[in-house]
């Protein structure tokens, strides 16, 4: 796998802990501090995602060949699906 599609894998695992994180501060309601914690990680992750997404654009820009690897990439597996429905 090349390291456009190691990319492609880490945005879609980060959505999904940010997906993981708004999921377990909205079910908390116990413990406010522990939201605020889930939240402000979740913030973090988007961040991250945003320069992520930045560069896969970017290399798009300058790569267009890499598209095709965009459509076949799994997450965390190096199988083959349509990454992008793991975007979501």
């Known amino acids: 796998m090349t390291t456009y599609g190691r990319m492609l894998n880490l945005l879609a695992i980060l959505k999904h ?3 993981d994180l708004k999921a377990l501060a909205a079910a908390n309601t116990h413990d ?3 939201d605020a914690l889930f939240l402000q990680s979740a ?3 988007n961040t991250m995602l945003k320069d992520l997404e930045q560069r896969k654009r970017e290399i798009l820009q300058e790569e ?6 965009e ?3 799994q997450p ?3 199988g ?3 990454a992008r ?3 979501e």
Do not use: M, R, S, W
Request: hydrophobic residues 35%; glycine residues 8%.
């Open 85 to 87: 429905t793991a975007q």
């Open 71 to 73: 459509l076949t990439v």
């Open 76 to 78: 965390g597996t190096g």
């Open 32 to 34: 406010p501090k522990a």
């Open 43 to 45: 913030l973090e992750i």
């Open 80 to 82: 083959t699906h349509d």
């Open 17 to 19: 802990i940010k997906a």
């Open 64 to 69: 267009p060949q890499y598209f095709a690897e």
